[in-house]
Nanobody, 117 residues
Framework: QVQLVESGGGLVQAGGSLRLSCAAS????????MGWYRQAPGKRRELVAS???????IYAESVKGRFTISRDNAKNTVYLEMNSLNFEDTAVYYC???????????WGQGTQVTVSS
């Protein structure tokens, strides 16, 4: 089976930066898409950023220009570099992957990001 493990969350002051990592392991030949979602208290989960095998990226309008998603295919790992963080970025961030050969998404356990004002 496939497992996604996130790391890098924590507490940061407004204006600061964090780098999230998500490593996929298990029966993997190719990861078609990897992305990051987040869910703040009282809100639904939303897409933050995603990246395809071809390198195409999508960003939520609220993070465009501040966050950068990247990948290391050899390590089956996706990163999210978050800069100029503000209070509204506070949420649990979840890694998501669409993996070749599986008919459903895989999710990580989530990592808490808290931004103090």
């Amino acid at each position: 089976q496939v497992q996604l493990v996130e790391s890098g969350g924590g507490l940061v002051q407004a204006g600061g930066s964090l780098r999230l990592s998500c490593a996929a392991s298990g029966s993997i030949f190719s990861i078609n898409v990897m992305g990051w979602y987040r869910q703040a208290p009282g809100k639904r989960r939303e897409l933050v950023a995603s990246i395809t095998n071809g390198g195409d990226t999508i960003y939520a309008e609220s993070v465009k220009g501040r966050f950068t998603i990247s990948r290391d295919n050899a390590k089956n790992t996706v990163y999210l570099e978050m800069n100029s963080l503000n209070f509204e970025d506070t949420a649990v961030y979840y890694c998501n992957a669409l993996i070749l050969g599986f008919g459903y998404d895989f999710w990580g356990q989530g990592t808490q990001v808290t931004v103090s004002s």
